[in-house]
């Protein structure tokens, strides 16, 4: 990592700037505490795949979910997918999540709601 990082200094004076290559390397030695944090901290990934796959089927459909109808419209499949990929996160299957709770939210007291998130539901018995 030492020697990546001389090379990027050395680099960085040889390209000239304002290019895409400049950038790349301007933008890596600004942030190279953050880059070089794993070193230091057995708890932090060296990559952030896990977090890239969490996030791509919202950004795949992105583009189709701006047309969802109208802005009330495009609020409510936001919360929907939210709490569907929520569930997921939390190891539930989102099918039989989703199906539990919109079977049980007409009789659910409003003082028990968070009961049916994501993060605190346990399936109807």
Same mark, same amino acid.
């Given at each position: 990592?030492?020697?990546?990082?001389?090379?990027? @200094?050395?680099?960085?004076?040889?390209?000239? %700037?304002?290019?895409?290559? $400049?950038?790349?390397?301007?933008?890596? =030695?600004?942030?190279?505490?953050? @880059?070089?944090?794993?070193? #230091?901290?057995?708890?932090?990934?060296?990559?952030?795949?896990?977090?890239?796959?969490?996030?791509?089927?919202?950004?795949?459909?992105?583009?189709?979910?701006? $047309?969802? %109808?109208?802005?009330?419209?495009?609020?409510?499949?936001?919360?929907?997918?939210? =709490?569907?990929?929520?569930?997921?996160? #939390? %190891?539930?299957?989102?099918?039989?999540?989703?199906?539990?709770?919109?079977?049980?939210?007409? @009789?659910?007291? $409003?003082?028990?709601?968070?009961? @049916?998130?994501?993060?605190?539901?346990?399936?109807?018995?």
């Amino acid at each position: 990592v030492d020697a990546l990082h001389q090379w990027l @200094l050395v680099q960085r004076q040889r390209v000239p %700037g304002g290019g895409a290559t $400049f950038k790349a390397i301007e933008y890596s =030695l600004n942030r190279w505490s953050a @880059l070089t944090h794993y070193l #230091n901290d057995p708890r932090v990934p060296i990559d952030n795949n896990w977090v890239e796959n969490q996030i791509r089927p919202v950004a795949l459909g992105r583009k189709n979910w701006m $047309f969802a %109808g109208s802005l009330r419209a495009g609020k409510r499949a936001a919360a929907i997918m939210s =709490l569907i990929h929520s569930a997921r996160l #939390n %190891g539930h299957d989102p099918y039989r999540y989703m199906k539990d709770v919109l079977e049980r939210l007409p @009789l659910q007291p $409003f003082s028990r709601i968070s009961e @049916l998130l994501p993060h605190n539901w346990k399936p109807a018995q």
